[in-house]
């Protein structure tokens, strides 16, 4: 079992930044792919971004250049810095786990079994 936890969340202005962390428990987190997505009312969940356990990222179009994913293995935690939000940015963002270490994953939420109770952020115009 994987027990995720996110936090940063918050208000920010339109052209702001934040920065989400997500901390996870476990001694298998270093061989885990980790995802950031984001919900908001009525839709479905979405892929934000993802990193391999080997390191390499991968990004929805909609955030490329301004959001960057990154973990931290001798901490067991995974990130999102996020700079020049805006409003359309606004969701609660999940972090989520693959369900076997060492496997791929891609940006379906059926990739990922572990996931977070969310974090919101909103952003204002």
């Known amino acids: 079992q994987v027990q995720l936890v996110e936090s940063g969340g918050g208000l920010v202005q339109a052209g702001g930044s934040m920065r989400l962390s997500c901390a996870a428990s476990?001694?298998?987190?270093?061989?885990?792919?980790m995802a950031w997505f984001r919900q908001t009312p009525g839709k479905e969940r979405e892929f934000v971004a993802r990193?391999?356990?080997?390191?390499?990222?991968y990004y929805a179009d909609s955030v490329k250049g301004r959001l960057t994913i990154s973990r931290d293995n001798a901490k067991n935690t995974v990130s999102l810095q996020m700079n020049s939000l805006k409003p359309e940015d606004t969701a609660v963002y999940f972090c989520a786990a693959v369900g076997t270490p060492l496997s791929s994953a891609d940006i379906r939420t059926t990739d990922y079994s572990y996931w977070g109770q969310g974090t919101q952020v909103t952003v204002s115009s």
């Open positions: 990193i391999t356990w080997s390191g390499s990222t």
């Open positions: 476990g001694r298998t987190f270093r061989s885990r792919t």
